[in-house]
C-alpha cells in the first residue's frame, strides 16, 4: 500500500493505538531496566526497546509523509504500563518478562478490530 493511497485521517486512526502501544512499551521497558541488575537482561531490554523505537520512527513518519502530526505520547496505557512494570518488576525479573508477554499478546486482537 503507497502513502499516496490512504488518506491522512484513515492512517492516523489505524497508527494511533500502534503508536500509543508501542510508546508503553518503551516506557514499561524503560522501567524494567531501572530496576534490573543483571547485565544480561538489561541489555535484551534495550535491544527490545531499540526495536520499538524503530517501529515509532517509522509510523511517525508515514503520518509526517501525509501532513499528519503523529501523537507520540503514549496517553494512559503508557502510565499504566509503567506502573505494571515498576510492580512486576518487584516480583523479579520472570514476572516482568511475562508481564510484558502479555501485554504484547493483546496485539494481534487489537489489530483484528481495527
Known amino acids: 500500500m503507497s502513502a499516496a493511497g490512504v488518506s491522512r485521517g484513515s492512517l492516523e486512526r489505524q497508527l494511533g493505538p ?46 509526517r509523509m501525509l501532513g499528519g502530526t503523529p501523537d507520540e505520547r503514549g496517553g494512559i496505557r503508557k502510565a499504566w504500563a509503567t506502573t505494571q512494570a515498576g510492580i512486576a518488576s518487584r516480583f523479579g525479573t520472570t514476572k516482568t518478562l511475562q508481564a510484558m508477554r502479555a501485554a504484547e499478546a493483546t496485539t494481534p486482537s487489537m489489530l483484528s478490530s481495527t
Open 18 to 63: 500502534l503508536l500509543h502501544r508501542e510508546l508503553s512499551g518503551i516506557a514499561a521497558i524503560d522501567t524494567a531496566i531501572a530496576h534490573e541488575s543483571a547485565p544480561d537482561y538489561v541489555v535484551m531490554f534495550q535491544a527490545a526497546k531499540n526495536g520499538k523505537q524503530a517501529n515509532v520512527e517509522q509510523m511517525a513518519t508515514l503520518v
